[in-house]
């Protein structure tokens, strides 16, 4: 006599695991399937329900937009200029608003004291401690972002990096 294989089905929805769970009681009552291995697969799939009962509770994350501003600028412009460029680059998110995600930064550059601070710097090593040949070469430029990385986030480097550039005299 043939016996046929147990099979429980996809399990992608609470709606089937549930149908997988009355499966297999009911393998496990009509002795097609072993009890230890029916209760082992009942424990697997209550599990299962468990997860995706609260994957039901637990709301979607919100995507982040990130923005950085300088003395003077106004947050929510900022907030609404980066969700432009979001929504020119990913028009399935158009009709978002500002409060449809979670924003990263906000937090402040570089202040325009610090960014002068730097400028100064810069000029007096180029002219000091710098031969033409290394400042070609890029050595000063890659010491003022070394020093940048300590005091803004990373992805901000190269933005504070060009107003100091900007604050060099010429």
Known sequence: MKTKQFRIGRLATFGQV??????????????S?????????????????????MAALVPPPRPC???????GDDAAAA??????EHVACHPEDAGRTVEDFNWIGGERGLSSRRVQEHARWYSDAAYW?????????????AELRAILRKEVSLEHVEIEFERVMKAVPR
Do not use: F, W
């Open 18 to 31: 549930i149908k997988a769970l009355g499966k297999t009681i009911r393998a496990m009552s009509d002795g």
């Open 65 to 71: 937009l990130s923005i950085i501003t300088h003395e």
């Open 129 to 141: 401690s710098y031969s033409p040949n290394a400042l070609a070469a890029g050595a000063l430029d």
């Open 33 to 53: 399937l072993d009890s230890q291995v029916g209760a082992r697969i009942c424990n697997g799939l209550g599990i299962m329900r468990a997860c995706l009962e």
């Open 79 to 84: 907030m609404e200029k980066a969700l432009a």
